[in-house]
């Protein structure tokens, strides 16, 4: 697997449709094109995809399909999630730790200093203690962001909706009353805001779950999100702590990485399709595919391609029946087959 390929994600546009496409066996089984809004901005010279890319089929989502006798996997990439919480208050400091749990990169924007520190305390990985809108500035957008309006006015309410409505996002929810939020609405309609984005607005934001604490509202509006998340078309995507992992990698024995990716599962196993690990030589992980003993195997038969410098890269499969998996303590069995390929 060639490094410069994924030193070439971070520069993609995370507003176009971007894939990986690899060739899963045969000769080519390892060869990796990059293509970003239908156009190839990585290709291996006199390699299979400049011969035959031209007759990709049409891709709207992460799919296996044959290309000239070749399995080819091609996956919309996703990058990592991004949590943005405007406000500081009782509710955001449970929304700011359970963001972190479910390994959102999380962002807390307040003007009060002391809110802005509690912040920090409930482990948010950005803090900016400024105001809103001027803050509001700093943060992109992109379809990985995901904002949550919970300050303590409305006017506040409708200077941060104004704003993120301008940006590319995959989420708004807004915490108010209905008459609150009715005003915010109508404000933003007349200065010309469409109507078909106001109406996408998560507001009463979170699932109706009759929460009351803090927490509970926290767990409510996580859910939401989560539902919104996993709705995507695209699939698990290169997260940062694997794309470091890769930068680190080398020659060295002790640089080498396994690159372990899901690219079919049957049943109940634990995690989708493209999910990934970076397998390091002492057996170590970063990132999982599930745990258990399914990952113990992808990790054993991942040995021969630390081994070998001339193996080729494989698919391991991984049969999991229930029975076995409730012998290793696993709450569920299935069938995996990862594709295993040497970075």
């Known amino acids: 697997m060639d490094r410069q390929i994924y030193e070439k994600i971070e520069n993609l546009s995370p507003n176009a449709e971007n894939y990986i496409l690899t060739i899963l066996s045969g000769e080519y089984a390892g060869e990796k094109a990059l293509l970003s809004a239908g156009r190839y901005t990585f290709l291996e010279a006199g390699g299979f995809f400049e011969k035959y890319g031209a007759n990709l089929p049409p891709l709207s989502r992460s799919m296996e399909f044959c290309l000239f006798g070749e ?47 509690r912040a920090e305390s409930a482990g948010a990985d950005r803090v900016i203690c400024e105001d809103f809108s001027k803050a509001l500035e700093e943060i992109p957008g992109d379809r990985d962001s995901y ?20 940006k590319s996002y995959a989420y708004i929810g807004m915490m108010g009353f209905r008459r609150r939020v009715r005003i915010v609405k109508e404000q933003l309609l007349s200065e010309g805001t469409p109507k078909e984005i106001l ?35 695209g699939s698990f995507g290169y997260p940062e702590e694997i794309l470091d992992g890769i930068s680190e990698a080398g020659e060295e024995p002790e640089r080498r990485r396994v690159l372990a990716t899901i690219i079919r599962r049957k049943g109940s196993a634990p995690r989708a399709t493209g999910t990934k690990m970076l397998i390091l030589p002492d057996g170590r992980g970063i990132g999982t595919i599930g745990g258990g003993c399914a990952e113990a195997e ?32 696993m709450v569920c069995g299935g069938v995996l087959d990862v594709f295993l390929e040497r970075v």
């Not at 904002?147 to 704003?163: A, E, K, M, P, S």
């Not at 029946?321 to 012998?327: D, R, V």
């Open 71 to 117: 399995s080819v996997y091609a996956e919309l990439l996703s990058r990592g999630k991004k949590l943005i919480v405007l406000g500081a208050g009782h509710v955001s400091l449970p929304i700011l730790r359970l963001g972190k749990m479910i390994g959102m990169s999380v962002t807390c924007i307040d003007d009060r200093p002391s809110f802005a520190k």
């Open 147 to 166: 904002f949550v309006i919970v300050t303590r006015g409305h006017r506040y309410d409708q200077d941060c909706l104004r704003r993120i409505t301008k």
């Open 199 to 233: 109406d996408g607005l998560h507001s009463p934001i979170g699932l109706d779950i009759h929460s009351e604490t803090p927490e509970e509202i926290a767990i409510s509006i996580l859910a939401e999100i989560i539902s919104v998340k996993n709705r995507e078309k």
């Open 298 to 329: 992808v990790i054993r038969q991942s040995r021969q391609l630390f081994a070998d410098s001339a193996a080729r890269p494989f698919l391991c499969h991984v049969d999991l029946t229930e029975e076995a998996a409730a012998q290793e303590g």
